[in-house]
């Protein structure tokens, strides 16, 4: 199921793959709904779903414990979330969802260096893997299980240990601000970017599925996104062009990871004062 760009990846990974593989779409700035899944998995012709918890080229939170209610109805379904720029800025709770399979990254939310992917996955997504012949080497879930638990903690091939020291400490620091601390920290940046944006430009999501961590802003006013972006950086700050098809047609401001509120007061008032934007 796909809300854009980056949903569409998890198309491409099985058509790349040879998996034989189905897309359905919703229209830009869209959420995914579970009406929509239970349409699809109705049919019987499939054993497994992705969805895109948090789109960020729509800046879209598709509701996925509402989805999660529809796939438990389907007991031979394996439910697939990619939770790259939501998890530890939005709370997720795997089990309470259904979800079989959920994958993140520690460059967003977590607010780490790129290069160190994490992964959770049920029993049932165990068992299922436990079917599939071809699972390839170094991406082989059931291996690094094995590992984990036959050979303390060890891994079938040497991982990024930096970025586990790293992790190891980022965790520390998030368990010390607080879980639900931290969720209400992302959703006062975000309704802070939401009101500006509302005030100065419109916000280009359904506004009943808005993110947390990141928000897309349609350009309402025709400013080059990227003059403006050089501009900010002379200051020390940078936002994102829109992305694919909505590049200069929307601007994306991220609330997530270690920002503060204060950090983006400090970026709201820059971009106020380059544009000259006045209420």
């Not at 299922?128 to 091939?157: T, W």
């Not at 980022?170 to 920290?185: S, T």
């Not at 944006?197 to 006013?221: M, Q, R």
């Amino acid at each position: 199921f796909s809300c854009g760009s980056f949903s569409d990846r998890w198309y491409k990974m099985g058509v790349y793959n040879r998996v034989p593989t189905d897309i359905y779409k919703v229209e830009l700035g869209k959420a995914i709904t579970p009406e929509m899944v239970d349409k699809v998995l109705s049919t019987g012709e499939y054993d497994l779903i992705t969805v895109t918890h948090n789109e960020t080229s729509t800046g879209i939170t598709n509701p996925i414990e509402a989805i999660g209610e529809v796939v438990k109805k389907y007991d031979d379904i394996i439910y697939c979330v990619d939770a790259v720029s939501s998890a530890g800025g939005i709370k997720i709770e795997v089990d309470k969802c259904h979800i079989d399979i959920c994958i993140t990254s520690v460059q967003k939310s977590l607010g780490l260096p790129p290069g160190m992917s994490i992964c959770t996955f049920s029993e049932k997504a165990m068992r299922r893997a436990q079917k599939v012949p071809f699972r390839g080497v170094y991406f082989d879930l059931l291996a690094m299980y094995e590992y984990i638990i036959n050979k303390n903690h060890q891994y079938p091939s040497t991982p990024s240990l930096s970025h586990m020291f790293a992790l190891n400490f980022q965790l520390d620091q998030i368990l010390k601000e607080g879980l639900d601390n931290r969720f209400k920290r992302h959703e006062e940046m975000a309704n802070l970017v939401r009101t500006w944006a509302k005030d100065h430009f419109k916000i280009y999501t359904d506004t009943n599925y808005l993110s947390n961590t990141l928000t897309v802003i349609e350009n309402t006013k025709g400013i080059s996104v990227c003059e403006l972006n050089q501009k900010l950086q002379e200051r020390g700050f940078v936002i994102a062009n829109g992305y694919g098809d909505l590049k200069e047609k929307t601007f994306r401001i991220s609330h997530m990871g270690d920002y503060t509120v204060d950090d983006i007061e400090e970026l709201l008032k820059n971009i106020n004062d380059i544009l000259e934007l006045r209420l």
